[in-house]
T-cell receptor, first 108, second 113 residues
């Protein structure tokens, strides 16, 4: 079983819609969770960190964490073409374990 | 403030050769990690160093080695290159070892022919 799994993409959403990305993880002791955005040919960029259960909002991004269900999600509101990228979920278990990523395409 | 720097940006090697990749973390950060990312996959953990000590090693063969210098910069060395070593090699600068909030450099694209 993979340590971190993300919903398979690609995910195509119209401009202005909400993009919803999901991630599950297997290690119950993980305490830190991250979302990275990676544009094609570039390195990952940290966009959200979340450490406790509940929601965390930063601009158009909302991360949600449920440790009991071992689930973390990312919502992108008012999606823009510039949000088109691959989104990587990462979980801290002394190192970062990454999912394979979900590619999001925002169509104008 | 300078971010994470890596060199070189691109590298082409042939099978059996050796390669050295370099990384400088964000000023004030004392820990770095190295990752390998092949196309279509998430980054895979190779090594983590903190205060010049190895603090973690991923599931990579002994052909991969690394070290951290007193100024906290780091090198990743790969011996006896294989075609399968072709990948984007990422260095991450770590703000807090406990929380593991990591900031990536631009990466080194290694192609093995």
């Amino acid at each position: 079983q993979k340590e971190v799994e993300q919903n398979s993409g690609p995910l195509s959403v119209p401009e202005g819609a909400i993009a919803s990305l999901n991630c599950t993880y297997s290690d119950r002791v993980s305490q830190s969770f991250f979302w990275y955005r990676q544009y094609s040919g570039k390195s990952p960029e940290l966009i959200m960190s979340i450490y406790s259960n509940g929601d965390k909002e930063d601009g158009r991004f909302t991360a949600q964490l449920n440790k009991a269900s071992q689930y973390v999600s990312l919502l992108i509101r008012d999606s823009q073409p510039s949000d088109s990228a691959t989104y990587l979920c990462a979980v801290n278990d002394y190192k970062l374990s990454f999912g394979a990523g979900t590619t999001v395409t925002v169509r104008a | 403030d300078a971010g994470v720097t890596q060199s070189p940006t691109h590298l082409i090697k042939t099978r059996g050769q050796h390669v050295t990749l370099r990384c400088s973390p964000i000023s004030g950060h004392k820990s770095v990690s190295w990752y390998q990312q092949v196309l279509g996959q998430g980054p895979q953990f190779i090594f983590q160093y903190y205060e010049k000590e190895e603090r973690g090693r991923g599931n990579f063969p002994d052909r991969f080695s690394a070290r951290q210098f007193p100024n906290y910069s780091s090198e990743l060395n790969v011996n006896a290159l294989l075609l399968g070593d072709s990948a984007l090699y990422l260095c991450a600068s770590i703000w807090d070892r406990g929380l593991q909030e990591q900031f990536f450099g631009p990466g080194t694209r290694l192609t093995v022919l």
